[in-house]
């Protein structure tokens, strides 16, 4: 059985940190893509990052780039975690974080995401 399950979320103010958590597991998905991706109250989830199965390749949307982070650790074979440290929070990154997997390629397309966790809040205060 699939399972994502992210964790970190929370209430920081303006300038503070945060880092978020994805545990997946139930597939191979260091074969996966992994990526974040947010969805604001009264907007449509958007593209935050993206890293290859390896690791090896990152992608930012332009809003976070210089201040998020994507990471993965592949080492464990039954959970597959998946990092992102957030630096410099602003109001505007208020949003409900999603961490989903994408089998096929390296994508920022949430259509190509086959798997999905439920989601962390996380609230910056000004």
């Known amino acids: 059985q699939v399972q994502l399950t992210e964790s970190g979320g929370g209430l920081v103010q303006a300038g503070g940190s945060l880092r978020l958590s994805c545990a997946a597991s139930?597939?191979?998905?260091?074969?996966?893509?992994m990526g974040w991706f947010r969805r604001a109250p009264g907007k449509e989830r958007e593209f935050v990052a993206s890293?290859?199965?390896?690791?090896?390749?990152?992608?930012?949307?332009d809003p976070v780039k210089g201040r998020f982070t994507i990471s993965r650790d592949n080492a464990k074979d039954t959970v597959y975690l998946v990092y992102l440290q957030m630096n410099n929070l602003q109001p505007e990154d208020t949003a409900v974080y999603y961490c989903g997997t994408a089998p096929m390629a390296f994508t920022t397309d949430d259509k190509m995401y086959m798997y999905w966790g439920s989601g962390t809040q996380v609230t910056v205060s000004s």
């Open positions: 890293i290859s199965a390896s690791g090896g390749r990152t992608y930012y949307a």
């Open positions: 139930g597939r191979t998905f260091s074969a996966y893509t």
